[in-house]
């Protein structure tokens, strides 16, 4: 591969390490053909974009860069793959997905301002909340007051209006 090559693709890892705030790296080496094509349809699908990169390319990105990657070092051997992604959990859901083919993978993430390496840590990744999922949380945790005084002003209001009526028969 021509210098200028390496530097191109340098400049296009960069560009996207910077781009997305979550990127996980993976090891898809032994995935044939066809269950490449499938993996790649389902991070498309997710909004995952999985690109297939050389070790010393991605840690050339990484020194380029104004934050510190070091931790992730370790994991840069073998086949890598990175997968981007908007959504913290995502690509942590699609390959607990397919931990029994064991592939893809999962060597280390940077997700959210933290370094995750190792197998053990995926569970943590997958039960990490999306933004949007954190929203809707806190959506639901401010409309539970008001439902629930809804809800007792609408059960209130008939037994009172029984009681009245009660009352009003006694009388009669």
């Known amino acids: 591969m021509k210098k200028e090559d390496k530097k191109r693709i340098i400049e ?3 560009a996207d390490l910077q781009k997305y705030e979550n990127f996980y790296l993976t090891d898809i080496a032994t995935l044939n053909a066809e269950k490449t094509s499938i993996l790649r349809r389902e991070c498309y699908t997710e909004d995952i974009k999985l690109v297939v990169v050389k070790n010393t390319l991605l840690q050339k990105a990484f020194e380029s860069l104004d934050k510190n990657y070091e ?3 370790p994991v840069l051997k073998g086949n890598t793959a990175i997968m981007f992604s908007d959504v913290a959990n995502a690509p942590a859901k699609l390959i607990d997905k397919h931990k029994a083919d064991k592939i893809p993978v999962f060597k280390g ?3 959210q301002e933290s370094f995750f390496i190792g197998a053990n ?4 990744l997958v039960n990490i909340k999306s933004k949007t999922e954190l929203i809707g949380d806190v959506i639901g945790l ?3 007051p008001a439902k629930n005084v809804i809800s007792a002003l609408q059960s209130g209001g008939n037994t009172i209006h029984g009681v009245l009526k009660t009352l009003s028969e006694r009388e009669s």
């Open 71 to 73: 931790e992730l070092y």
């Open 109 to 111: 993430a940077y997700v």
């Open 121 to 124: 840590t995926l569970k943590d």
């Open 12 to 14: 296009q890892i960069s």
């Open 142 to 144: 401010l409309q539970s």
